[in-house]
């Protein structure tokens, strides 16, 4: 698919990588020279110097051929008048970054409608569902639904001396329809066998039936403490909406910030959330507050070094969980190697977003997993599909990949060597990201 990204900051940096990855014909349009050059040195696609809204721009580059439009600049207006010409000339589907409140007050679908854009993305928005969604689940690092919410996986840390420390994963006792699809060890994500095992401190992934996937997180909790009271270092845009988010959940929730104008304007808008101006990164303060004392603490300044230290601090002093969002990608491996539970990157969480809207052929969504060191793909099995009619072990199915859960006729299906695909099922696949292309193209028949 030809698809033109608007905007070569982080978000367009990350998008035209992983849509390069999976062989689609990728234009990014930007006017910054810098961050132009930095996309031609290191991928491998057609950039265009200028402006991303402009209709004329927009038919030099062949815009009618398109099929799709991501426009992910700084300014939300050339977002959407960059959708609004490309739906003008013909592109099916066209994808914006829309950040201000003010735009998004409105209903966001009849908003979108109305300047052609088929999907709205806030970041902020995004991210803040993805820290409440993580909540919900005190075990979990993350998780993530598929099939309509018929499948989960669930991430979770094993624990130094858990029952599934050190036993080769065939002898491990599991629920029904539940599958280990990844193990993390040290910044190296893994495809398991059944030889494999699991070692202290691995982050694992299980996939399997939602129910029974439910059912397991008490094995992963060393004290059962339902996360109640919320601790947010930052009033921020994403601040505003997880602080909301709460509130409306029944959580019990403390922001500090030390803006004034955010922590007014955060006040008028919350009911019992208590706001309160200060530096979030004065220790004083925090101990004073009683940082320990809360189930959670999230950190969400702009800078990274501060959030580590004050989730390190939060842990020291007997928080539950701890959460910390970070700019750079990078981080995230080594800021969970030192013991911050969950480490976030908004852009990250908003190109996995837009990713999930990027289809080809059969595939319904793609999700990344832990800094896109592996994904999902969920696809529907069409007639002519070559998995269909065959048992998954007589396929030579990519290495690197498996098959993790089959939905068929409203029933979740753990698959094995000897399962069939038949037409209309919903298959869920776990890979490594350097191994995606070559699964989709043997789903596709080219390989």
């Known amino acids: 698919m030809k698809i033109v990204i608007v905007g070569a900051g982080k978000v367009g940096f990350t998008l ?8 689609h014909d990728v234009i990014v349009i930007e006017k910054d020279d810098e961050r132009r050059s930095i996309i031609e040195d290191h991928l491998d696609v057609m950039t265009v110097a200028g402006n991303g809204a ?3 721009l927009l038919k030099d580059i062949g815009i009618a051929d398109a099929g799709m439009m991501i426009a992910v600049t700084d300014s939300d207006e050339v977002n959407m008048i960059a959708c609004l010409a490309a739906k003008q000339a013909g592109v099916p589907k066209a994808i914006a970054r829309v950040r201000n409140t003010e735009y998004l007050e409105q209903d966001c679908q009849s908003f979108g409608k109305t300047f052609g854009i088929d999907l709205i993305i806030n970041p902020e928005m995004v991210t803040a569902v993805e820290i409440s969604q993580i909540l919900k689940t005190p075990a979990a690092l993350d998780v993530e639904d598929f099939a309509g919410g018929k499948v989960r996986m669930l991430e ?23 599958l280990i699809a990844g193990i993390l060890r040290k910044d190296k994500m893994i495809i398991p066998h059944g030889g494999d095992q699991i070692e202290d401190n691995d982050c694992v992934f299980f996939l399997g039936e939602k129910e029974a996937i439910c059912g397991m997180e008490d094995l992963f909790i060393e004290k059962r403490t339902k996360l109640e009271r919320i601790l947010i270092i930052g009033a921020g845009r994403i601040g505003r909406y997880l602080t909301l988010i709460l509130e409306n959940s029944g959580y019990t929730v403390k922001v500090i910030d030390k803006d004034r104008r955010r922590c007014e304007e955060l006040a008028k808008a ?12 004065d220790m004083e303060l925090l101990t004073e507050e009683g940082i320990g004392d809360f189930d959670a603490v999230v950190c969400l300044t702009d800078d990274d070094k501060l959030n580590l230290l004050v989730a390190l601090t939060a842990k020291h002093f007997g928080a539950q969980k701890t959460f910390a969002r970070v700019g750079r990608p990078e981080y995230i491996s080594l800021m969970e190697q030192v013991g911050v539970d969950v480490v976030f990157s908004p852009r990250l969480l908003t190109a996995g977003a837009i990713l999930r809207q990027v289809r080809r052929g059969e595939i319904v969504s793609v999700m990344l997993f832990e ?13 002519g599909n070559r998995l269909v009619g065959k048992r998954l072990k007589d396929l030579k199915f990519p290495q690197r990949a498996l098959v993790g859960a089959v939905v068929r006729d409203q029933q979740t299906i753990l ?13 869920i696949i776990f890979t490594l990201p350097d191994r995606a292309a070559k699964v989709l193209d043997f789903l596709e028949g080219r390989e």
Request: aromatic share 2%; with cysteine.
């Open 16 to 23: 035209a990588q992983k849509l390069t990855q999976e062989e």
């Open 270 to 281: 919350v009911d019992k959330a208590m706001i309160l101006c200060g530096d979030g990164t």
């Open 54 to 56: 402009s209709p004329r």
């Open 415 to 427: 698959p094995n060597g000897d399962t069939v695909l038949q037409v209309g099922d919903r298959a």
């Open 156 to 178: 979770v840390k094993i624990r130094v001396g858990s029952p599934f420390s050190g036993k080769p994963l065939r002898e491990l006792s599991l629920p029904p329809n539940v």
């Open 371 to 383: 800094g896109s060191k592996a994904e999902a793909i969920e696809l529907d099995i069409g007639k």
